[in-house]
């Protein structure tokens, strides 16, 4: 039945979404968890193959194995501005479109394989694609510290770009008032000259 489903509406004042609430969903494309929501438990939306987009709340601090299992259309997940403490085993394994990660600072747990299979987003991360899946890997701090190493540098390409952006702005406010100032100039050089003006001669 859940095969079925297009949009999910949760009901508010629930702390936690339980086992299952949407494996297999594969026609879901965009989910919102409202805010209240503490825990993610397992399988929650595993093989939800068509999830594209999703809003976390402010007050998440745990997502469960296999939360996001096999969600091959998600791309980007942004975790900052939650209160998340950890990620458990396998959470998005195989979700293979993943290219971005932003992570709060809470972070201190991170499971076994919680990216295994995302090989579009172990580049960003320095890691070759065989060694993803080796507990050496995964149950550290590197990959916490790479995440944070990679926001940091998006960051600042951020604000370089938006520092670019500003100096070009001024730089054309100027070329545009230095423009305007030679076409007031030219303007005035094609105005019809005024004959000159004598005092009036008086006959004796």
């Known amino acids: 039945m859940l095969a079925l489903v297009t949009q999910v509406v949760f009901l508010l004042n629930i702390r936690k ?6 494996c297999d969903a594969v026609n879901l494309v ?3 968890i409202p ?4 825990y993610i438990d397992y399988n929650v939306f595993r093989n939800c193959s068509s999830l594209t ?4 709340p402010t007050t998440l601090r745990s997502l469960d194995s296999w939360a996001f299992d096999e969600c091959s259309s998600l791309d980007n997940v942004n975790l900052l501005h939650t209160q998340l403490w950890k990620i458990g085993n396998f959470a998005f394994m195989l979700c293979s479109e993943l290219k971005s990660m932003t992570i ?3 972070l201190e747990m991170l499971g076994g394989d919680v990216f295994y299979g995302c090989n ?8 070759n694609e065989s060694d ?6 995964d149950t550290t701090y590197e990959v916490i510290a ?3 190493s990679l926001q940091s540098q998006q960051e600042s390409t951020e604000e370089s770009t938006e520092e670019q952006e500003e100096e070009g702005k001024e730089f054309d406010d100027e070329e545009s008032d230095e423009g305007r100032w030679h076409h007031q100039q030219e303007q005035k050089d094609q105005r019809p000259k005024r004959p000159p003006i004598f005092p009036h001669t008086r006959v004796y």
Not at 120 to 127: I, Q, S
Request: proline share 5%; aromatic share 8%; glycine share 8%.
């Open 17 to 22: 979404l339980g086992v299952n609430t949407c």
């Open 30 to 32: 965009v989910v919102e």
């Open 35 to 38: 805010e209240g929501v503490e």
């Open 53 to 56: 987009t999703v809003s976390f």
């Open 104 to 106: 709060p600072d809470s």
């Open 120 to 127: 579009k987003l172990a580049p960003c991360l320095e890691y």
């Open 132 to 137: 993803w899946g080796k507990e050496s890997v």
């Open 146 to 148: 790479h995440l944070r």
